[in-house]
């Protein structure tokens, strides 16, 4: 790894040095502290719980109605617009797409860029990344008194970069990714003790997936987890799936492929991820295998496609759950995990892991040792699996929406968009309800044959995208969805049809409401018991971020970015016109740009449009005293 360290202040120094086991223990602290209160949003989805639930109840079912926007903020930047913002200590960072600028605010007066980041980086991650130049966000580190605050972010051009909270200067830069293979970063880092974790991408140029923990302070790195390959790779541990052993244990990331086909088999992860202070286990997903093509890798091609729980400080896997072995459809396997303490059908009382997959079942496991508790179907019109058997743990294919080769599989339900995909979703512990935002798009695929270069695309497939049986299939409508779902009864409490995928994802408040954002540009607020819109409000461009709320100064607010883009805005963004372009996406898409165009910024809400400038005189311009 090629570690670059930038001298750019005497504290940015001073930073680097080592601290004691107590000084990280209160930076962790302090950030759960953060994460559990209402004024801040510091990480992805919340809390470690990754369950994007605030208990925030004063904008509620009853006055949800009256909200009105109180600022706004705009990034200059028009590729799509991922994730959320951070809320901290009264300021409100933003992340953008390429080139990855990053702005502070202060609350009291957005109106004033505290500092901005314009990081440079090398434009030839734009020809390789693979679905739009998205980014999905930032962390922060609460700092120890002898390291500051700090702001992490991935670059596209595959960097990770930590700036100061208050200044915004650079304390360290470190390369992950190498784009001369196609290794992009589009990831949000995920910060747990004294360590950042990240991701990789490119798993459609055959890049071998991986996961890396940095030291916060330094940049260094403390470890990395491959998904394909040998066991000391994999990082298993000596006890990998004791619970499970019918999922797996040994040896399987090589004799589970071809050859030496695992050292460009894909697995990347690119999603989201939650934690587990009490079984200090990482859970998230691994991507899809390359090529897409499945006649190219025989095998189940483990550990593609699989739920992995690993310790946060060595990295080692506890466990690892395959969801769909040799995957045939590109149901990358990163979405996002919930964690819910729950009682099953039982009466037991369970620590549990909530994903709902591209590959279109919702599965529960137990965290803390992988076990498979429920695996039910998203739609009922998921047709490329039968059911999932909860003994084995393995899918019932039906062969009839098999993708091999010399068959042209017509009407495969869900589509390599998954009827699920990157959008961060919501937990409701009240209400016992997970808050999903669905993708309801079928496809037919067509596959051929490639060969593998570096640094090129590695997919192997043509793909027509078109909206689900639900959906209005003439017009290229009703491409999603959003459902109340109870992961102990397998039951959807409600559902109701949209106009297009629900890509962003939804947050949940204790008011009762659902808030989301679509892709053809509104904000809405469902009422959490049965679904009901309240109210939405059309923003300047598409959503395919997820909103956050919190409060200030005794008022509670709402934040967005609007920006259009990613996989399902490739056409528009790129204006590409062939329905196969953008991996099948253009397709399905063709009626998006009849409902918005593109932008990039934030906007905040409140009721009555409650905020910093009713005071006018706030951010006005005054005349120096003589």
């Known amino acids: 790894m090629n570690r670059l360290l930038n001298s750019v202040s005497v504290l940015a120094v001073l930073a680097l040095a080592p601290i004691g086991l107590s000084g990280i223990a209160s930076a962790n602290d302090k950030l759960i502290d953060l994460s559990n209160s209402d004024e801040n949003w510091v990480m992805p989805g919340k809390n470690y719980d990754s369950d994007n639930y605030s208990k925030l109840k004063q904008i509620n079912t009853t006055n949800v109605k009256d909200l009105k926007v109180s600022w706004t903020f705009s990034t200059g930047l028009l590729n799509g617009h ?69 702001i992490l972010k991935t670059l596209l051009d595959g960097n990770v970069m930590a700036l100061n909270a208050e200044t915004g200067e650079t304390v360290w830069k470190v390369e992950n990714s190498d784009i001369k293979v196609g290794s992009t970063l589009t990831i949000a880092p995920y910060v747990v003790k004294d360590k950042v974790i990240i991701g990789s991408s490119g798993a459609e140029l055959g890049v071998r997936g991986y996961l890396t923990a940095y030291d916060v302070k330094t940049g260094s790195q403390v470890w990395r987890a491959y998904a394909t390959g040998p066991d000391k790779d994999l990082l298993l541990g000596a006890d990998f799936n004791i619970k499970n052993p019918h999922y797996g244990q040994k040896n399987l990331g090589t004799s589970t492929w071809e050859g030496d086909a695992w050292k460009i088999g894909g697995g990347t992860n690119w999603g989201w991820y939650a934690y587990d202070p009490g079984t200090n286990l990482i859970y998230f997903g691994t991507g899809n295998p390359a090529p897409w093509n499945e006649t190219m890798r025989p095998g189940d091609n483990k550990w593609t496609m699989t739920i992995f729980g690993r310790d946060a400080d060595t990295g080692e896997a506890k466990f690892g759950y395959q969801k769909t072995p040799h995957d045939e459809w590109d149901y990358a396997g990163v979405n996002v995990m919930m964690l819910s303490n729950q009682k099953d059908k039982d009466g037991k009382d369970r620590k549990l892991l909530t994903h709902p997959d591209r590959n279109g079942i919702v599965y529960t496991l137990d965290r803390t040792d992988g076990s498979l508790v429920s695996a039910n179907k998203i739609d009922d019109t998921v047709n490329v699996f039968k059911s999932v058997d909860l ?123 659902v808030f989301y954002g679509t892709l053809d540009g509104y904000i809405k607020a469902r009422n959490s018991d049965n679904g009901d819109l309240l109210w939405k409000f059309k923003m300047p461009s598409g959503a395919i971020g997820y909103p956050i709320t919190y409060s200030h100064k005794g008022d509670q607010y709402v934040a967005i970015y609007y920006g259009v883009g990613g996989w399902p805005g490739v056409g528009l963004v790129f204006d590409l016109q062939d329905p196969t372009a953008g991996l099948g996406a253009v397709g399905a898409f063709k009626k998006l740009a009849n409902y918005t165009q593109m932008g990039g910024g934030v906007m905040v809400f409140s009721l009555n449009g409650k905020g910093p400038y009713d005071d006018p005189s706030v951010g006005e311009y005054q005349t120096a005293a003589k």
């Open 82 to 150: 991922e994730g959320a913002p951070v809320v901290v200590d009264n300021k409100m960072y933003i992340h953008t797409s390429f080139p990855n600028n990053t702005f502070a605010l202060a609350l009291d007066d957005p109106g004033k860029i505290l500092w901005q980041d314009k990081p440079k980086q090398n434009p030839a991650a734009r020809a390789v990344a693979c679905c739009d130049l998205v980014n999905r966000g930032l962390a922060y580190w609460p700092g120890d008194g002898k390291t500051p605050a700090l």
């Open 391 to 513: 003994k084995t743990g393995q899918p019932v294919r039906d062969p009839e929406y098999g993708t091999r080769m010399d068959h042209l599989a017509k009407d495969i339900c869900p589509s390599a968009m998954g009827y699920h995909n990157q959008g961060h979703d919501s937990y409701d512990p009240e209400r016992k309800l997970f808050f999903m935002g669905i993708n309801h798009i079928c496809m037919d695929w067509e596959p051929f044959m490639l060969p593998y270069r570096a640094g090129q695309f590695f997919v192997g497939a043509t793909l027509n995208m078109y909206p689900g049986p639900k959906g209005d299939r003439q017009n290229y409508e009703g491409l999603g969805q959003i459902k109340g779902y109870n992961a102990i009864t397998g039951e959807f409490k409600w559902e109701k049809m949209e106009r297009f995928a629900v890509w962003g994802g939804t947050t949940a408040t204790a008011g009762g409401l």
